[in-house]
């Protein structure tokens, strides 16, 4: 047996998913300091006279509540910090442990070619903060390798019985993960109902049957989009957003390290056509072509939540690569180039990443030192500087006011506004259209396609009665006119938190200032 195949090399590579986060206090991930804010309101409102103040709590049964759950019993034992570390730490091996397992399924083995699939672990919605959706997608996996195995072992009354509660489970995690395994199930029985010589009307019929013990959470989606929500359903066939997306699925800091790892991909999935030793599973590589249509068909916004379609992109090609298999002709010394080449990747991708995560952690470090001087409960606004055009690197620092929130119970004004997807609330009515997302996004001067304020227009329109500090966190370079009537109290060098006078008038616009305000945007 190679060294690929045994169990102690894929004990490793699960292990070897996690290091990338053992380092960081807090996963710099884009929007999961938000998320945090969210966990502590959820966790602490009761108790809390501050929080009560600023934000409200409703429990409501919506599929997006993986991690909110789960962080309920952890966070008694180990607090909320370390609590959601060790979850969004799990979320990477659980994917890899997910990805071998149907692989071995699939083919009665693990090929070499499947180790390719492992650096999708750390992905871009990953990356983004998507924390639900991800954790979601990991059980995804994990639950249609056990759908496989009860089938490949004849237990089908078991599997019926058994994805009754695994599918409302996968359900309440998020609703995508649901439909994920619900369509790789039904492409794979497709695909067996087909290979029997059944007609495809047919076979369509009989792998809907074997299915319909994934189907109970469809009720649930009826009564939740039945209640009061406001997030929509929108940007259909946005083919510009489509076409960035394919070439996301790995982006993370340096585009030098992450366009040949995408590179390499495409050129192993595409390499079957030029060498007949290669080949595809037809259950699995259905199972991706389900995956790419639903891709292709989602719209940009759904339930309000934002890049719904960009977040299947690499499940997509960890699907098509988990697909990919070596004819039994193809000989040894083909498949220890294959997995060595991979493993070569793997490791690169993880030293890449480790040391990412940890230049963004100290990013972090550095930034959240201003809340040592923020009282308990304070009334906190914040502006986050960013640019027109994003570079490739992230700075991962638009939703940090969370953490304001998380370690002061202070209000900050980047929480989501999407009621019926986001069970927080902000109650502050003084903050008006500075108590929500994306009011905390401030740029130089405006940009094409951007909602955002200027930090001139910020500055000078947000109501300044209703907070006593301002925390500017990487802003664009101000004009020291912009920062009358605000008292310094720390700064790094760039950022920086500042006292208001109340006594002192705003500063005078030296831009227009737009009547409209910005649109709340999803992230969940």
């Known amino acids: ?123 871009f919605p990953f990356m983004f903060g998507f924390i639900n959706y991800s954790l979601g997608m990991g059980l995804a996996f994990i639950a249609f390798a056990f759908w496989l195995r009860l089938g490949r072992t004849g237990r089908l009354r078991w599997r019926a019985a058994l994805f009754v509660p695994i599918a409302l489970l996968l359900w309440l995690c998020h609703t995508m993960a649901w439909a994920v395994m619900g369509a790789m199930a039904f492409a794979e029985a497709l695909v067996r109902q087909r290979q029997a010589g059944r007609p495809f009307m047919e076979a369509a019929f009989r792998a809907g049957l074997s299915c319909l013990p994934l189907a109970p959470p469809a009720v649930m989606m009826i009564v939740w989009r039945s209640g009061d929500y406001t997030g929509k359903t929108e940007d259909w066939f946005n083919v510009p957003n489509k076409l960035v997306s394919l070439i996301w699925p790995l982006r993370d800091r340096w585009w030098w390290l992450d366009w040949p790892s995408y590179a390499l991909v495409l050129l192993v999935l595409a390499w079957p056509w030029r060498d007949r030793r290669w080949g595809y599973a037809p259950r ?170 200027t930090l001139d227009q910020a500055l000078r329109t947000f109501p300044r009665q209703a907070f006593d500090y301002v925390w500017l966190i990487n802003p664009p370079p101000i004009s020291p006119g912009l920062l009358e009537g605000l008292e310094p109290i720390w700064s790094n060098g760039r950022s920086g938190l500042y006292r208001i006078d109340h006594r002192a008038p705003p500063p005078v616009s030296s831009t227009p200032v737009s009547p409209a305000s910005p649109p709340p945007s999803g992230g969940t």
């Open 1 to 123: 047996m190679p060294w690929w195949e045994r169990r102690w090399a894929a004990a490793a590579l699960i292990a070897l998913a996690a290091v990338p986060l053992l380092w960081p206090t807090i996963p710099p991930l884009v929007d999961l300091p938000g998320h945090m804010a969210g966990f502590r309101v959820e966790l602490d409102l009761a108790s809390s006279p501050d929080l009560q103040h600023y934000y409200g709590f409703e429990w409501r049964l919506i599929g997006n509540l993986g991690i909110n759950l789960l962080i309920i019993p952890l966070a008694k034992l180990v607090g909320l910090e370390l609590a959601l570390k060790l979850i969004v730490l799990c979320i990477p091996p659980l994917l890899v442990a997910g990805f071998l397992w149907v692989a071995h399924e699939i083919h009665g083995r693990i090929p070499p070619t499947a180790l390719f699939a492992l650096p999708f672990a750390y992905n």
């Open 284 to 453: 699995m590589g259905i199972a991706a072509l389900f995956l790419l249509l639903a891709f292709l068909i989602a719209p940009r916004h759904v339930f309000g939540s934002s890049y719904a379609d960009m977040r299947l992109v690499p499940y997509v090609f960890a699907a098509a690569i988990l697909a990919l298999r070596l004819r039994e002709d193809s000989g040894p010394r083909l498949a220890r180039a294959i997995a060595a080449a991979a493993l070569a990747l793997v490791l690169v991708r993880t030293a890449g990443t480790t040391l990412s995560l940890w230049l963004y952690d100290r990013d972090y470090t550095r930034e959240l030192a201003a809340l040592d001087h923020v009282p308990q409960g304070a009334r906190l606004v914040s502006f986050v500087g960013t640019e027109c055009r994003s570079s490739w690197e992230m700075t991962r620092l638009e939703h940090l006011p969370g953490m304001a929130v998380v370690r002061r119970q202070a209000f900050s004004n980047d929480q989501w506004r999407i009621p019926g997807v986001v069970l927080i609330n902000t109650r502050y009515a003084a903050a008006g259209e500075f108590g929500y997302d994306p009011s905390e996004v401030v740029e130089l001067h405006h940009c094409t396609g951007n909602h955002w304020r």
